[in-house]
């Protein structure tokens, strides 16, 4: 039952709620940057635009993470221009504080006419002690996609010494290679029983290649046609052509039953009005490396925004891991690449320092080979921590005054509990949920307003369902305009009514939401580890925070936590 389908009546409602009193935070964000925004403790971009993470990869004699993403400085109007896209590289030791970002990999290379015009998605394997970066990319002579391998001479930091002359070591014309002959691109290489394979993303299937020197690739099953396809990879889910499967990653994890493999990977389900995102299926490789499919394909965040995901982990299959990192690129293709302009607030394009990433979160694979997500906020700061009680009124919220949103999908009438306009927009919400005489009945509704823009999400706590829509005037004028506005919205999946999911989160007396906004982002956590992330593109770092409820029990409240966050 989706949240669209149950509505009863539209109900306005407005106004800022006299009860409550406004917090005057203190900014922890840089300045609005002329050359697009800066997020308060979210990794972004230091220039151009960026998207996929490549590798994290935890470099033992340095003691932090080396983490690469993919670049580029011909910006979101053309991230495919002419200067191609190139990797770039920080550290971390806590994802929260990066150092400096500088080039890893440049967006041309290799040999001189079989080598890469542009770099583009791939990952790192440290092979006999020296970090190698596996990437895709288009050949210079004629722009196909193909695979190529540079090694590092400085541990890591760049790489520069092509391998196999600096020409493909996986060439698109290869018997083996794509089907289509079109997409040989996001090369994962990983070891396994004593062999180096690599899972490459071929459009409709991902190709499984096996080496013994790490330049010269053949069909990991000699005697099939190696190829893992949807069936497998999108088990119970419905696979079209138009959305080709990206950045595959593979990790062992340890569960409470045995150590399972986990695919990860980039598609969408547009038959369960999901856009692009990251999903994952558990199951187990068989002795020549083929991916086995042991249960039904799961999302691992719910917003149309966490793409291109990477992972912490070994690369070494045999090592399984009870906890791993992940960081998703904030951003989807069909708006974020697009030409992002100002709308509400200031004036000119911002869309040459655009590319965010979200927060760090710890994943876990259970018994029921779910995998839990808990976001690593241990080392952020909180300033000005505040402390609210709502509690319904008598009276529902009326259409008089400011009148903020036409609510089409309420069930009853609507009641304010908390509304402070003007906050940072740098900000943690902890948000618990109670009903003082038994489970908490009636949707829950947030609302966040940032200059013009609005992301609105609305939950049912007695089915689990929730729905969000989001609206950024800056998507109008981008090349798509209104294409990117709609999509945005709701994906052009659905009917108009944003983006549904099921948290798993029902008949509750008390529930716990918490929510990190930046300047560039809205993360939503249930308690269960289910998470909703979805991209901001106002320039402006004030938000307003509005809590609404049903109340068809008169005993609903809410205890909210609210602080200024920073590095």
Known sequence: RRIGAMNKRSVMVSAILAAVAVVTPTAT???????????????????????????????????????????????AENPLGPKGQDWYHTTTTDFVHFTDQKQAIPASGGHATDGWKSAWTGSVINRGGTPTAYISGLKKTDGSQNIWAVASTDGGATFTKPLNDGKPVLDITAPSASVN?????????????????????EGDHIGVYRSTDGIRWTKADAAAEAKIQP??????????DNAPIECPVLKTMKTPTGDKQVLFFGAKDASRGETTGTYYTVGHLDTNGMFVADTDTQRLDHGPDYYGANFTGSTDISTAEATITSLGWVGNWNYTAD?????????????????????ARELTLGADNRITQKLKTSDLKYRNVKTHTGVTKDKPISASGKTWVDRKDTNGDVYGLYDVPDQDAAQKHTLRFHNTAGNYTGRIYIDLWQGGDWVRFNYDPTDGWYNVKARAGELDNSKKGQDSTHYYFDGLLGNGNGYSAQSLVQDQRDITLEVYTDTTSVEFVFPNGHTFTIARFSQSDKQDFKVFTEDPTGK???DIEVGDVGR
């Open 181 to 201: 002959r079109t997409d040989e691109r996001d090369p994962y290489v990983f070891t396994y029983n004593g062999k180096t394979l690599m899972y490459v993303a």
């Open 29 to 75: 964000a840089e300045p609005t940057n002329p050359d697009g925004l800066v997020a308060a403790y979210h990794l972004t971009t230091k220039d151009g635009w960026s998207n996929d993470l490549q590798s994290i990869v935890w470099n033992e004699k340095a003691k932090h993470y080396d983490l690469y993403f993919l670049h580029s400085a011909d910006g």
């Open 339 to 359: 030409g992002v302009h100002a709308a509400d607030n200031g004036s000119g394009p911002y869309l040459r320092r655009l590319g965010s990433y979200s927060l």
């Open 556 to 558: 609903n409240t809410v």
């Open 231 to 240: 069936a497998t990879f999108f088990r119970s889910r419905t696979w079209s």
